[in-house]
Structure formats: C-alpha cells, structure tokens
C-alpha cells in the first residue's frame, strides 16, 4: 500500500521543527498564510519517504500519513 503525507496546513504555526526533523529535504515554509496568518509548510512528494519523523516532530497535528491507491 502506498502512503502519502498528508499537510493540514490551517494548523501550522511555522515553528520550522518538522524541517529540522525531516532527513529528506522534503520541507520548506511556502509563500502562502494559513487562516491565523502562518506562513505554512509545503511537502515535496518528490523528495517525502512518508518516514513519519515531522509528523513526530510537528507539536501542532499538522501532519497525518495516509494510505493511497489499492
Ligand atoms: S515524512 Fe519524513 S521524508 Fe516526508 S516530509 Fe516528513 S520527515 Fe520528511
Ligand atoms: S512543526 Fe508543525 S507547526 Fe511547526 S512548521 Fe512544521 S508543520 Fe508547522
């Protein structure tokens, strides 16, 4: 089953330690505000290994690892 991380970006707070955390460089703070007016974080599917360590990192729930496809 693939997996995809999914970003709930309405709750970031751009803090940055999902970037610190990501060994991939899949992460980087986007050009857009959420809502509360946080410059929020974007994904590169390209780069993501779904390894699970910004979900950890991240104190806010931003990130969730979903299965996609059969
Ligand atoms: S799941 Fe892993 S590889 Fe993907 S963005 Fe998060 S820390 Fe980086
Ligand atoms: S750790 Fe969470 S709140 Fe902080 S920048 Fe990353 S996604 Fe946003």
Do not use: W
């Amino acid at each position: 089953m693939k997996e995809k991380l999914i970003v709930n970006s309405d709750r970031c707070k751009s803090c940055g330690l999902c970037i610190l955390a990501c060994q991939k460089d899949a992460l980087s703070i986007g050009k857009e505000a959420n809502p509360a007016g946080y410059m929020y974080i974007t994904v590169d599917h390209e780069k993501c290994v779904c390894c699970g360590m910004c979900y950890t990192a991240c104190p806010d729930y931003v990130f969730t690892i979903e299965e996609v496809g059969a």
